[in-house]
């Protein structure tokens, strides 16, 4: 059994707080799909979504709504929008997505997914169920648009902690016009789930998530899924050399953690790939001593762990998937707090890859948790992973370059750096590389006291590349495969979580599970 938590004394608190990560251990989505020759009856709310031509080429013998009909609304219908009518019984929604796409853009349209689906379910008729028809093909990207705008998500409105802190849902089942194997809607019904509960732990405030809840949440589901799962945890991160996550997380009501899970493939055989992905899991970042300002800046601070959400729930995926590669997921958990025991300014951190660092800012606290995992990943694994992936929120400045829907990508392979942008470009988690020039960018955190500072002295010289060849400089000198960064701080969140980072992980990775 995992650890047990030590929190608080409230029973009442303990109370909310288990209930919370109860939820969270069995989170299965609203979201189910069916596939051509399924018997499933449709309706009564039924959503057509897809281009003008895949809603033409829709197979309507199966629908309970003439041909007639459905060529009538599309020559009605703007796209981008819903149009609403009633055929008998049942309530039609039909949305036609734009075939507009640019080159660095999802020809599929999964925003415009999303935003139909979203759009279906407000309707008044949806909130018993429905049934959502699509014409596209590409199993992955819908699934995870339509499952990111599904509305199974946190609140903590009055009555849904009793729910496990969960909204209000509505029942929805995909159709593909496709015929469905059982290797595909494993992988269908994993990705939602992952891509769903990304959103729930990023959207979650501290005082339920904290570094705690977060490791015992990772052993619970090592139990379910059956991966093995170690936690290093405060003062042995200590003994052990961890300066990094230890040093960010030393102040703080619960210690800094790292989780390391495990996944080798059923029978004993021989991986097809050897994986490790990494994320920053900093569940509140007030900014340390340095704190942010103004005040303002601080608020949805809770969701500075995305990166370490999104590669968790990729990992859940995978294992659940079944997949041929050896995965190990390595969660850099701590709250960023302040206390008589922050860590301060001017501190000398020694890395677990012996490096050490200035702190010159204790605000950039993600490239040091994250400098402790990838030296990890690279030399203290059982195996020599063939790619390492770290995900991160990592800088404000990604959102300059690369935008509110493209993450930052950075990455010492140019092959991986093409394949990366590929994989998101063909699931919907966009993403873009930003310049790797380590010569260029290394100078920045120069310091006369230590091998490095934590922060650039020039912060218009390519920020995101900057931080980012931080984390690089901490693999091990020995490692010879791809390592991937992805920022994803801006594209993490909209108004409220997005669950980016699952698909793509997936797409770039384990894509033949969704193959035909």
């Known amino acids: 059994m995992p650890e047990k938590r030590l929190r608080t004394e409230s029973t009442y608190e303990e109370k909310n707080v288990s209930e919370f990560v109860s939820s969270c251990a069995s989170f299965t989505s609203n979201v189910s799909f069916v596939g051509v020759g399924d018997d499933a009856v449709i309706g009564p709310t039924v959503a057509l979504i897809g281009t003008t031509t895949e809603l033409a080429a829709l197979d309507t013998k199966a629908l309970p709504i003439a041909k007639a009909t459905i060529d009538r609304l599309i020559s009605q219908a703007v796209p981008g929008s819903i149009f609403a ?119 979650a405030p501290t005082n339920l998530l904290d570094t705690t809840t977060f490791a015992e949440l990772a052993q619970l589901y090592g139990e379910t899924l059956g991966f093995d799962v170690e ?74 762990m995305g990166g370490a959400a999104a590669v968790f729930t990729s990992f859940l995926a995978a294992v ?69 992936v770290d995900m991160a929120t990592l800088t404000g400045a990604q959102g300059v370059a690369t935008g509110k829907y493209h993450a930052a990508i950075y990455s010492n392979s140019g092959e991986y750096e093409v394949r990366t942008q590929e994989a998101g470009r063909k699931c919907g988690d966009l993403v873009f590389p930003v310049v790797y020039c380590p010569e260029f960018h290394n100078k920045e955190f120069s310091s006369k006291v230590a091998d490095y500072k934590n922060s650039v002295a020039n912060v218009s010289n390519a920020q995101v590349s900057c931080a980012s060849q931080f984390i690089g400089n901490n693999l091990a000198s020995d490692f010879g495969g791809a390592w991937v960064h ?31």
């Open 231 to 304: 936690i290093l945890r405060g003062e042995a991160l200590r003994e052990k050399g961890y300066g990094g996550i230890y040093g960010v997380g030393k102040a703080a009501e619960f210690p800094p953690a790292l989780a390391i899970l495990s996944y080798n493939p059923n029978g004993g055989i021989t991986p097809e790939k050897k994986l490790a992905f990494v994320g920053k899991g900093i569940v509140y970042d007030t900014g340390g001593l340095g704190i942010k300002t103004p005040k303002n800046l601080m608020c949805g601070m809770k969701r500075d």
């Open 486 to 516: 992805v920022d994803l701080a801006a594209p993490a969140t909209r108004d409220e979580a997005t669950g980016f980072g699952v698909a793509l992980a997936l797409q770039l990775f384990f894509a033949d599970h969704f193959a035909f």
């Open 320 to 388: 659940r998937m079944n997949v041929t590669s050896q995965v190990t997921c390595l969660l850099c958990l701590a709250d960023n707090a302040i206390g008589p025991r922050s860590q301060r300014n001017d501190d000398i951190v020694r890395m677990k890859s012996g490096l050490t660092v200035e702190v010159n800012n204790t605000d950039a606290e993600g490239r040091l948790v994250l400098g402790d995992g990838v030296f990890h990943a690279s030399a203290l694994l059982p195996y020599t992973p063939d790619v390492i």
């Open 85 to 203: 009518t009633a055929e008998g019984e049942i309530r039609l929604l039909l949305g036609v997505v734009p075939t507009q796409s640019s080159r660095h853009n999802c020809p599929t349209r999964p925003d415009v997914i999303t935003s139909l689906a979203q759009a279906a379910l407000d309707d008044p008729l949806a909130k018993k169920g429905l049934d959502i028809v699509v014409g596209s093909t590409e199993l992955l990207c819908i699934a995870t648009a339509i499952a990111r705008g599904a509305n199974k998500k946190f609140s903590a409105k009055v009555g849904n902690d009793n729910r496990g802190y969960l909204s209000k849902f509505t029942p929805i089942r995909v159709h593909f016009p496709v015929s469905l194997s059982q290797k595909q809607r494993v992988a269908l019904a994993a990705t939602v789930d992952s891509v769903q509960l990304c959103q729930v732990l990023v959207d």
